[in-house]
């Protein structure tokens, strides 16, 4: 028995190597193929029947999920062969021979090269071990893992596919040598506007089709409402443009230590178990991969019902999901709804993982079984960062804006922490953080945020990461007190107070005027004093009540250090992305 990995690697270069939102659409739905199609295919071939793979993610679900169609190598079958996983860029598979992985990887490896040009699919084949009752599986993962870090340091890289000799022309979107001549656009019909293209980008090109289809089908599947841009035109009409990079928290843990977890249910349900068989592991890695997909589609479909249905009136939704599967979702869209829509799919991506996902005639509870024991509480959470720019923008940098976002708002995981045991662990805690590109001069995320600070880096004019989960639900002294500080709802609030199409209250002090706004922005660039001193010098003319940081202050101290921070910028720059209509602040 062997145990064979295909995974591919710098997914997200490859996506957003173009400034071309279709290219970057068909880039993902290629990812994904080469993980589902191009494995299944190769399967199927061994098996000499008829493919898993269906464009219908339900329908694939099930198809990997049912044992009549995906016989499981326990040797009570004639199979040769078991999908664990087939997701985006990633299959597991079971073999009974070496020679078969071999002919798997070797079939799935060329059909990607010659349908995804650029893609970088490789495959690994464990040492021989037997199914049973001694954990030989979770070790088999663990080596397939590490062999597959070890031999892509190794390889040569994908640029090395494309050699410039002889010289030829480049490609008009990807800078890389051209293959052929074509049309900028499906509706460009004089023989002046062809164009060189690259091998990389036609394929791009071509199946942009195939992604959009099939997150449609998808879409309305849940709700018919719900039809996303086909011309993608928004992209260019909206005057600011947001690429959402989301990605769950506390993964790793749980696969790492995947089978001590699943040891640990089971023996919460039968404390005679002592062992966890290979099978048992087997069938629980293949129901988590699949639940975790559920959850994330489920969370992205519900986001976007509240975001978009009570509010666009036109047939198609102003946003584009280049990547949405397992823990992973990264969406383009119209600026002027990506706060608000991150916000409704982190709430509901831990709602969802917290319910039990039924598929057919099947219930899959393992997902807040395992996150309870892995991580304390009953369901998952994840964080995000969202990069507002301007339309034309390119991609690649604004998408490696938003990762840097993203990874700032997982600071939040050492902020808010629970005890397990005698180890500090990170309480589920999702988050978000943002930034508006006013100056497209200095574009990382330390230069950005190094012009943020003041008074000699003792006063930061941001206060993200901004804490999405509801803030009653985290413990007392686990960093609560800090969270609160952070809450997404009271920067909402205070953004809200500074909106000017809100209703006055006469009996009350006149709100902040706009013009006032432009120049308590300039003082808090000078200092925290400049900033409270101005303040202090209006505040009996105007209504404050909502933006105060501290009493009597715009600012507030961190806790453990001396550092001084205010959420006013950030509530400055976020009121004309947000919708503070009724019914929105009431959606879920």
Same mark, same amino acid.
């Given at each position: 028995?062997?145990?064979?990995?295909?995974?591919?690697?710098?997914?997200?270069?490859?996506?957003?190597?173009?400034?071309?939102?279709?290219?970057?659409?068909?880039?993902?739905?290629?990812?994904?193929?080469?993980?589902?199609?191009?494995?299944?295919?190769?399967?199927?071939?061994?098996?000499?029947?008829?493919?898993?793979?269906?464009?219908?993610?339900?329908?694939?679900?099930?198809?990997?999920?049912?044992?009549?169609?995906?016989?499981?190598?326990?040797?009570?079958?004639?199979?040769?062969?078991?999908?664990?996983?087939?997701?985006?860029?990633?299959?597991?598979?079971?073999?009974?021979?070496?020679?078969?992985?071999?002919?798997?990887?070797?079939?799935?490896?060329?059909?990607?090269?010659?349908?995804?040009?650029?893609?970088?699919?490789?495959?690994?084949?464990?040492?021989?071990?037997?199914?049973?009752?001694?954990?030989?599986?979770?070790?088999?993962?663990?080596?397939?893992?590490?062999?597959?870090?070890?031999?892509?340091?190794?390889?040569?890289?994908?640029?090395?596919?494309?050699?410039?000799?002889?010289?030829?022309?480049?490609?008009?979107?990807?800078?890389?040598?051209?293959?052929?001549?074509?049309?900028?656009?499906?509706?460009?019909?004089?023989?002046?506007?062809?164009?060189?293209? *690259?091998?990389?980008?036609?394929?791009?090109?071509?199946?942009?089709?195939? /992604?959009?289809?099939?997150?449609?089908?998808?879409?309305?599947?849940?709700?018919?409402?719900?039809?996303?841009?086909?011309?993608?035109?928004?992209?260019?009409?909206?005057?600011?443009?947001?690429?959402?990079?989301?990605?769950?928290?506390?993964?790793?843990?749980?696969?790492?230590?995947?089978?001590?977890?699943?040891?640990?249910?089971?023996?919460?349900?039968?404390?005679?178990?002592?062992?966890?068989?290979?099978?048992?592991?087997?069938?629980?890695?293949?129901?988590?991969?699949?639940?975790?997909?559920?959850?994330?589609?489920?969370?992205?479909?519900?986001?976007?019902?509240?975001?978009?249905? *009570?509010?666009?009136?036109?047939?198609?939704?102003?946003?584009?999901?280049?990547?949405?599967?397992?823990?992973?979702?990264?969406?383009?869209?119209?600026?002027?709804?990506?706060?608000?829509?991150?916000?409704?799919?982190?709430?509901?991506?831990?709602?969802?993982?917290?319910?039990?996902?039924?598929?057919?005639?099947?219930?899959?509870?393992?997902?807040?079984?395992?996150?309870?024991?892995?991580?304390?509480?009953?369901?998952?959470?994840?964080?995000?960062?969202?990069?507002?720019?301007?339309?034309?923008?390119?991609?690649?940098?604004?998408?490696?804006?938003?990762?840097?976002?993203?990874?700032?708002?997982?600071?939040?995981?050492?902020?808010?922490?629970?005890?397990?045991?005698?180890?500090?662990?990170?309480?589920?805690?999702?988050?978000?953080?943002?930034?508006?590109?006013?100056?497209?001069?200095?574009?990382?995320?330390?230069?950005?945020?190094?012009?943020?600070?003041?008074?000699?880096?003792?006063?930061?004019?941001?206060?993200?990461?901004?804490?999405?989960?509801?803030?009653?639900?985290?413990?007392?002294?686990?960093?609560?007190?800090?969270?609160?500080?952070?809450?997404?709802?009271?920067?909402?609030?205070?953004?809200?107070?500074?909106?000017?199409?809100?209703?006055?209250?006469?009996?009350?002090?006149?709100?902040?005027?706009?013009?006032?706004?432009?120049?308590?922005?300039?003082?808090?660039?000078?200092?925290?004093?400049?900033?409270?001193?101005?303040?202090?010098?209006?505040?009996?003319?105007?209504?404050?009540?909502?933006?105060?940081?501290?009493? /009597?202050?715009?600012?507030?101290?961190?806790?453990?250090?001396?550092?001084?921070?205010?959420?006013?910028?950030?509530?400055?720059?976020?009121?004309?992305?947000?919708?503070?209509?009724?019914?929105?602040?009431?959606?879920?």
């Amino acid at each position: 028995m062997h145990l064979v990995l295909l995974e591919t690697s710098g997914n997200q270069s490859y996506i957003f190597s173009t400034n071309k939102l279709k290219e970057n659409i068909g880039a993902s739905e290629l990812t994904y193929r080469a993980g589902t199609k191009c494995v299944l295919d190769a399967v199927a071939e061994i098996r000499k029947q008829a493919s898993l793979w269906s464009a219908d993610s339900k329908e694939l679900r099930w198809n990997l999920l049912d044992p009549k169609q995906n016989p499981r190598l326990d040797g009570n079958t004639n199979s040769k062969v078991e999908v664990i996983i087939a997701t985006s860029g990633k299959a597991l598979l079971l073999v009974s021979e070496k020679e078969i992985g071999k002919t798997i990887i070797r079939w799935a490896t060329y059909a990607a090269l010659r349908d995804s040009p650029g893609i970088d699919l490789c495959g690994v084949i464990s040492d021989d071990f037997e199914l049973g009752e001694s954990g030989q599986l979770a070790e088999a993962i663990r080596q397939v893992h590490q062999q597959f870090e070890e031999v892509k340091a190794k390889r040569p890289s994908m640029d090395m596919r494309f050699l410039r000799l002889p010289i030829v022309d480049e490609c008009a979107t990807s800078g890389l040598p051209a293959a052929e001549l074509s049309k900028d656009s499906a509706e460009d019909t004089e023989e002046s506007t062809l164009s060189p293209y *690259s091998a990389v980008s036609m394929a791009k090109r071509k199946n942009h089709i195939y /992604g959009e289809q099939r997150i449609a089908a998808m879409l309305r599947r849940y709700d018919p409402a719900l039809k996303l841009s086909e011309s993608l035109t928004f992209a260019d009409e909206t005057q600011w443009l947001a690429i959402i990079h989301a990605d769950g928290n506390g993964l790793g843990e749980i696969f790492l230590s995947f089978d001590k977890h699943l040891l640990d249910l089971i023996q919460q349900k039968n404390k005679n178990a002592n062992s966890l068989s290979d099978r048992e592991y087997a069938e629980r890695v293949r129901e988590f991969s699949i639940a975790l997909d559920i959850c994330t589609e489920k969370a992205f479909v519900t986001a976007l019902k509240a975001t978009f249905l *009570s509010k666009e009136k036109t047939t198609s939704l102003p946003i584009a999901p280049l990547v949405l599967g397992g823990d992973d979702l990264t969406v383009v869209c119209n600026a002027q709804y990506a706060l608000q829509f991150t916000v409704y799919f982190l709430k509901e991506f831990e709602k969802e993982t917290t319910l039990n996902q039924i598929i057919g005639d099947k219930t899959i509870t393992i997902v807040p079984e395992l996150a309870k024991i892995a991580l304390g509480v009953p369901r998952l959470s994840a964080c995000a960062g969202i990069a507002i720019v301007k339309p034309h923008f390119p991609f690649s940098v604004a998408y490696h804006l938003a990762e840097q976002l993203l990874k700032t708002a997982k600071t939040v995981k050492s902020k808010v922490t629970q005890l397990k045991g005698t180890e500090t662990k990170p309480y589920p805690c999702s988050a978000i953080d943002f930034h508006i590109l006013y100056d497209s001069s200095g574009t990382d995320l330390d230069t950005i945020r190094e012009k943020q600070q003041v008074d000699n880096g003792q006063t930061l004019l941001y206060n993200s990461p901004y804490v999405v989960t509801n803030i009653d639900d985290i413990p007392e002294n686990n960093g609560k007190a800090w969270a609160t500080r952070h809450d997404w709802n009271a920067l909402r609030s205070k953004a809200k107070a500074l909106n000017p199409d809100q209703e006055v209250d006469h009996e009350l002090p006149s709100k902040l005027p706009n013009s006032q706004v432009h120049t308590l922005r300039s003082h808090l660039y000078m200092g925290r004093e400049a900033a409270n001193g101005y303040y202090q010098m209006i505040k009996g003319r105007y209504d404050f009540a909502n933006l105060e940081d501290s009493e /009597g202050s715009l600012f507030h101290k961190e806790q453990d250090s001396d550092v001084h921070t205010t959420s006013l910028l950030d509530a400055m720059d976020v009121t004309a992305f947000l919708d503070f209509d009724i019914k929105a602040e009431q959606r879920p």
